[in-house]
């Protein structure tokens, strides 16, 4: 789940949410009696909350009915979740103009659950906002994000941003791991004004603010990857300033070339198995034919080659270009790999379970096998040299 879900939700309240599942959170060293004390400024143990639900790699994972909960806040923390909770709330249970998008969330599952599966399946969408990947221009330089370069960094980015009309303040911050140098930047808006309405008094007012924003850069230690994950136009300006101030470059960093999905058009061959992949299911494919006309085809649970539509799936293939795909990959056990990837020569965005090394190597072995990933030298070699890999494309 998005983590400004949890910074932003009243404390009272997220705990009462998590208290069925306290003894969890009290064998990982989080007490919900010390979260319902903090702040909604002190953000310190909310992160924990959100790193312990989101470790796939932990000796204890956390409980399947505390994922769903809270991936089931997650879709009802929007704009258009909230409305659909007030205009199916016909018997007027909710609160009315004195919650936000989460709280008002919150108090949903809490108190009506019925109505919060109900509006969460009406209003289910895609995530807005997946890690995009750039290629650096070089493989040989020494990319490292000092201090020094993380103070010129948050010079120039803030510079960039107040180029778009954005306000200038930017405050990255650097935490390294064995596999990535992350950043999570916190930026600011375009000045907005809107109308306020105090509940109490019912007085109109207006005001003129900017919001705080939060966008996330990694760098891949080992293939040197840039990944951001930001609205569009912020992202573009990350990746220019990663350029300018690693490599003097603006341009050092590109989408071109790191993906190919046009092997989809055969897609027996773009999803036969190999070790340790057992069975690979297409569940979404996405497409543009040569005149602009886009189409889309998606199965929630189950594949789409196995439905009724493959015979108009192969014949729209024919004629169109794949730019985004979503597969699952069954490596045995009870989970399958999900992963997701737009390429559409302008832009690569791929999500999957980066934080786990195996989990990685899999699918990035898939990928370099299928021709879909065109992986640097050094990576390749490595897959290739792993257990149980075979000659890539």
Not at 163 to 179: I, Q, Y
Not at 285 to 298: E, N, P, Q, R, T
């Amino acid at each position: 789940m998005r983590r400004e879900v949890l910074d932003h939700a009243a404390r009272p309240l997220l705990v009462e949410l998590l208290t069925p599942f306290a003894s969890f959170f009290d064998r990982h060293g989080v007490r919900l009696d010390d979260l319902a004390k903090t702040s909604q400024e002190d953000r310190a143990l909310v992160a924990r909350v959100h790193a312990l639900v989101h470790d796939d790699g932990a000796i204890e994972p956390p409980p399947d009915d505390l994922v769903e909960l809270l991936a089931l806040l997650d879709a009802l923390a929007t704009s258009d979740a909230a409305d659909a909770l007030i205009r199916y709330d016909t018997e007027r249970r909710l609160p009315r103009g004195t919650h936000g998008d989460v709280d008002l969330g919150l108090i949903a599952l809490l108190r009506h659950p019925e109505l919060a599966e109900l509006v969460a399946a009406a209003t289910a969408r895609e995530p807005e906002h997946k890690f995009a990947e750039y290629a650096p221009a070089r493989t040989d330089l020494e990319l490292g994000v000092t201090r020094p370069a993380l103070a010129k960094l948050a010079k120039v980015l803030g510079a960039r941003l107040a180029a778009l009309d954005h306000t200038d303040v930017c405050r990255p911050e650097l935490t390294k791991n064995r596999w990535y140098v992350e950043l999570e930047i916190v930026h600011g808006s375009r000045p907005k004004t809107r109308d306020t309405i105090d509940p109490a008094s019912r007085s109109l007012a207006q005001i003129t603010d900017v919001t705080a924003r939060r966008s996330f850069a990694r760098i891949d230690r080992r293939t040197g990857r840039l990944f951001v994950r930001a609205y569009p136009r912020v992202r573009e300006e990350i990746r220019r300033a990663f350029g300018e101030v690693l490599a003097d470059d603006g341009d050092f960093y590109s989408p071109a070339g790191l993906y190919d999905l046009s092997v989809f058009k055969d897609v027996d061959a773009a999803l036969a198995p190999e070790s340790p992949v057992k069975r690979v299911e297409l569940r979404m494919i996405s497409m543009v034919a040569h005149d602009g006309v886009s189409s889309l085809f998606k199965r929630g649970r189950a594949d789409l080659l196995v439905s009724s539509s493959r015979p108009i799936i192969e014949m729209s293939l024919r004629g169109a270009s794949p730019i985004a795909v979503r597969i699952y990959l069954d490596i045995g056990g009870s989970r399958m790999i999900r992963v997701e990837l737009a390429a559409d020569g302008k832009r690569n965005v791929i999500d999957y379970n980066r934080d786990d090394p195996e989990v990685r190597r899999i699918v990035e072995r898939f990928l370099q096998s299928r021709g879909i990933m065109r992986a640097p030298a050094a990576l390749a070699a490595e897959l290739e040299d792993a257990p149980g890999a075979t000659a890539s494309a």
